[in-house]
C-alpha cells in the first residue's frame, strides 16, 4: 500500500469518478515530486475516500483518509483521525473506491499497431519516442504506476523513462529493456526489407560470445532489464512461433552474464515445449528433456 500510485475503481460510481480517476492521479503525481523536489518539509495531501482496498487481505475499509507526504504514503487511516492542516492540498472522494498502482509486466509503449507492419519501417525513433510519451500517460490515467516495457527501437523507451523521471512527461514508472535481443532472422529481428540494405534488428545476437556481448551492450545504455526472443512469434514476418531460436547454452550465457550486471531476465516464448525449456532454465531443474541445468538466474516472465 506503500505508493504513491493509486487507481480509482469505477464499480458503483462510474460517472462521478470520471471526472476525478485520471486527473487525479496525474495531478497528484506531479504535486508530490513537485513538493518533494522543491521543499525540505513535504507538503500533505488528504485524500477522504469512500473506501479503500487492502489488497493483501481484500478487506474493504469505508471512510478512509490517505495521507501523502511528499512522493510517499505516510498514513491510511479512517477519516475520523485525520484533520486537514493550514496548507494541505485535500481532496474528496466519497462516491470512490481506491487500491494501489497497478503493475504490468509487458507492455511496448513506443509501438503503434502500423509499426508492426511495413508501415512501421518510416516511423522514426523520435516518433516512437512521441507515441511512448502519449501511451504512457494514457497508462498513468488507467491506473498503472509502474509497468515493464519488454522491447523498444533504438532505446526509445529508455529515453521516455528518463524523460518520466525528470518531470518531463507524465508517465508511471518504467523498467526498461531498451532493444530485445534475438537470433539473426528470427522474431526480434528486422525481416522486411530485402537483402540488398543489409539491415537487421539492433538487438540480434547470435552465439554464445554475441549474447554476452550485446546483454553488455544494452545494459550499457541504460537497459533495466533484458528481453530476449526465446522463439518466433506471430507478428514477425519469416519465423515460426512453434519453433525455438535461441539455444539453451545462448540462453544461460544471456541469463548468466545479465545476473552477473544485476539485472534479470524475461523470455518471448511461445508454444508449450520452448516455454517449459525456459521454465527449465528459470528453475534449475534437472530435467530427463534438457539435461542437467545450472541455476544461472531467473527469467522474470514468459512473455506469451
Same mark, same amino acid.
Given at each position: 500500500?506503500?505508493? =504513491? +500510485?493509486?487507481?480509482?475503481?469505477?464499480?458503483?460510481?462510474?460517472?462521478?469518478?470520471?471526472?476525478?480517476?485520471?486527473?487525479?492521479? !496525474?495531478?497528484?503525481?506531479?504535486?508530490?515530486?513537485?513538493?518533494?523536489?522543491?521543499?525540505?518539509?513535504? *507538503?500533505?495531501?488528504?485524500?477522504? #475516500?469512500?473506501?479503500?482496498? &487492502?489488497?493483501?487481505?481484500?478487506?474493504?475499509?469505508?471512510?478512509?483518509?490517505?495521507?501523502?507526504?511528499?512522493?510517499?504514503?505516510?498514513?491510511?487511516?479512517?477519516?475520523?483521525?485525520? *484533520?486537514?492542516?493550514? %496548507?494541505?492540498?485535500?481532496?474528496?472522494?466519497?462516491?470512490?473506491?481506491?487500491?494501489?498502482?497497478?503493475?504490468?509486466?509487458?507492455?511496448?509503449?513506443?509501438?503503434?499497431?502500423?509499426?508492426?507492419?511495413?508501415?512501421?519501417?518510416?516511423?522514426?525513433?523520435?516518433?516512437?519516442?512521441?507515441? %511512448? #510519451?502519449?501511451?504512457?500517460?494514457?497508462?498513468?490515467? !488507467? +491506473?498503472?504506476?509502474?509497468?515493464? &516495457?519488454?522491447?523498444?527501437?533504438?532505446?526509445?523507451?529508455?529515453?521516455?523513462?528518463?524523460?518520466?523521471?525528470?518531470?518531463?512527461?507524465?508517465?508511471?514508472?518504467?523498467?526498461?529493456?531498451?532493444? !530485445?535481443? +534475438?537470433?539473426? +532472422?528470427?522474431?526480434?529481428?528486422?525481416?522486411?526489407?530485402?537483402?540488398?540494405?543489409?539491415?537487421?534488428?539492433?538487438?540480434?545476437?547470435?552465439?554464445?560470445?554475441?549474447?554476452?556481448?550485446?546483454?553488455?551492450?544494452?545494459?550499457?545504455?541504460?537497459?533495466?532489464?533484458?528481453?530476449?526472443?526465446?522463439?518466433?512469434?506471430?507478428?514477425?514476418?519469416?519465423?515460426?512461433? &512453434?519453433?525455438?531460436?535461441?539455444? =539453451?547454452?545462448?540462453?544461460?550465457?544471456?541469463?548468466?552474464?545479465?545476473?552477473?550486471?544485476?539485472?534479470?531476465?524475461?523470455?518471448?516464448?511461445?508454444?508449450?515445449? &520452448?516455454?517449459?525449456?525456459?521454465? !527449465?532454465?528459470?528453475?534449475?531443474?534437472?530435467?530427463?528433456?534438457?539435461?542437467?541445468?545450472?541455476?544461472?538466474?531467473?527469467?522474470? #516472465? *514468459?512473455? #506469451?
Amino acid at each position: 500500500m506503500k505508493d =504513491l +500510485g493509486i487507481s480509482i475503481s469505477r464499480a458503483r460510481t462510474q460517472r462521478k469518478i470520471s471526472r476525478w480517476g485520471a486527473a487525479t492521479l !496525474a495531478t497528484l503525481f506531479g504535486m508530490a515530486i513537485t513538493a518533494s523536489a522543491q521543499a525540505p518539509t513535504p *507538503k500533505r495531501t488528504v485524500i477522504r #475516500a469512500g473506501r479503500v482496498l &487492502n489488497v493483501r487481505t481484500g478487506e474493504l475499509r469505508s471512510n478512509q483518509t490517505i495521507v501523502i507526504e511528499g512522493d510517499r504514503i505516510s498514513q491510511i487511516v479512517p477519516s475520523s483521525e485525520v *484533520k486537514a492542516a493550514a %496548507g494541505d492540498t485535500t481532496i474528496d472522494l466519497p462516491d470512490a473506491t481506491l487500491l494501489p498502482g497497478l503493475i504490468d509486466m509487458h507492455t511496448h509503449l513506443t509501438f503503434e499497431l502500423s509499426s508492426l507492419s511495413y508501415e512501421g519501417l518510416k516511423i522514426s525513433t523520435a516518433r516512437e519516442a512521441l507515441h %511512448g #510519451a502519449r501511451n504512457a500517460r494514457r497508462t498513468l490515467e !488507467a +491506473g498503472f504506476t509502474t509497468v515493464r &516495457n519488454l522491447g523498444a527501437k533504438d532505446y526509445a523507451d529508455i529515453a521516455l523513462r528518463d524523460a518520466i523521471n525528470d518531470g518531463d512527461v507524465i508517465g508511471p514508472r518504467i523498467v526498461a529493456s531498451g532493444p !530485445a535481443l +534475438g537470433i539473426t +532472422g528470427g522474431h526480434c529481428d528486422e525481416n522486411l526489407l530485402p537483402p540488398a540494405f543489409h539491415f537487421q534488428g539492433e538487438g540480434v545476437a547470435d552465439g554464445i560470445e554475441g549474447v554476452q556481448h550485446k546483454v553488455r551492450e544494452v545494459i550499457k545504455y541504460g537497459a533495466d532489464v533484458i528481453k530476449i526472443c526465446a522463439t518466433g512469434g506471430v507478428l514477425s514476418k519469416g519465423d515460426d512461433p &512453434n519453433a525455438s531460436q535461441y539455444t =539453451l547454452e545462448e540462453m544461460k550465457a544471456i541469463v548468466a552474464d545479465a545476473h552477473r550486471l544485476g539485472r534479470k531476465v524475461a523470455a518471448h516464448a511461445e508454444e508449450k515445449r &520452448n516455454v517449459s525449456r525456459a521454465d !527449465a532454465l528459470s528453475r534449475g531443474i534437472h530435467g530427463k528433456k534438457y539435461g542437467p541445468q545450472r541455476r544461472a538466474g531467473i527469467l522474470e #516472465a *514468459k512473455d #506469451a
